[in-house]
């Protein structure tokens, strides 16, 4: 059987054990923050979904969680600024102390209009805890409260996150070196 993943498309950035030294480091610094508070984590899918379950349960504080579902690529690897909402929010979220839980912030297109949707319901407070920050390839600001890891201009892959739907199981945070021309 051929090996998964094969070897030469992707180089290791961060084990699954200095992943969850860092999510423990995280989740610290939040509780610190929120002590006395319930948040509503609010985990931004599909990418989040790994870290968010690690980050929630490495968290002690009565929270509730809400998954937002957006797609701001299709299946290429570069962003198009549109964002489409394919799963929205089971809750009103009017008054609440929101957590965004994203992972990665790239361009900061996404995160930029995931911002404006909970602020215009009535959030009352909003901070955003990203796993991955590439800071080189912003072109919105946005305000990132927690961040796990900045990395280069690399494409990521693994912990939840994908290209083309492939590598979301990855234990790892990997460096995708072959990556697809986008559509
Ligand atoms: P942005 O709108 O350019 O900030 O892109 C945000 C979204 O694009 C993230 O939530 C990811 O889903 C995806 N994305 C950006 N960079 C990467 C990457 O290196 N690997 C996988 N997904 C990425």
Known sequence: ??????????RTLYTPAAIAARVGELAHAIANDYAGRSPIL?????????????????????LRIEFLGVRSYGSGTVSTGAVQITQDLT??????????????????????YILGLIQARGARSVRVCALLDKPS?????????????????????????????????????????????SP
């Open 137 to 181: 390839r912003r072109r919105v600001e946005v305000p990132v409260d927690y961040v796990g890891f900045s990395v280069g201009d690399a494409f990521v892959v693994g912990y939840g996150l994908d290209c083309a739907e492939q590598y979301r199981n990855l234990p790892a945070l990997c460096e995708l070196l072959q990556v697809p021309d």
């Open 1 to 10: 059987m051929r090996e998964y993943p094969p070897p030469e498309a992707i």
């Open 42 to 62: 609010v985990a931004i899918l599909k990418g989040s979904f790994v870290f968010a379950s690690d980050l929630a349960r490495a968290l002690p504080l009565p």
């Open 91 to 112: 809750h009103p979220i009017e008054n609440q102390d929101i957590l965004i839980v994203e992972d990665i912030v790239d361009t900061g297109l996404t995160l930029a």
